[in-house]
Nanobody, 115 residues
Framework: QVQLVESGGGLVQAGGSLRLSCAASGRIFRILGMAWYRQAPEKQRELVASITSNGVTNYVDSVKGRFTISRDYGKNTVYLQMNSLKPEDTAVYYC?????????WGQGTQVTVSS
């Protein structure tokens, strides 16, 4: 079983930056792919960025060049650095992983970008 705890959300003005963190329990962190999703009000949850166990990253087009996903194996933590934030980035951000066919989600952290 994997437990995920997000932190780092908040209120920021357009053009600002935030860094989200997702701390994972367990020694299997280093073999897990990790991802950040977001869900805006009345919209479907969407994949924002992902990182494989060996550090290969992928991003949705709308955040390319602005967001960076990274991981610290020593701290069992994955990060999402968000720069040049826009009001349309406002959403609840979730950390997610999958182990042996089971999805694990964090509780979510709110990011609000004011114009």
């Amino acid at each position: 079983q994997v437990q995920l705890v997000e932190s780092g959300g908040g209120l920021v003005q357009a053009g600002g930056s935030l860094r989200l963190s997702c701390a994972a329990s367990g020694r299997i962190f280093r073999i897990l792919g990790m991802a950040w999703y977001r869900q805006a009000p009345e919209k479907q949850r969407e994949l924002v960025a992902s990182i494989t166990s060996n550090g290969v990253t992928n991003y949705v087009d709308s955040v390319k060049g602005r967001f960076t996903i990274s991981r610290d194996y020593g701290k069992n933590t994955v990060y999402l650095q968000m720069n040049s934030l826009k009001p349309e980035d406002t959403a609840v951000y979730y950390c997610k992983t999958n182990n042996l066919g089971t999805d694990y989600w964090g509780q979510g952290t709110q990011v609000t970008v004011s114009s």
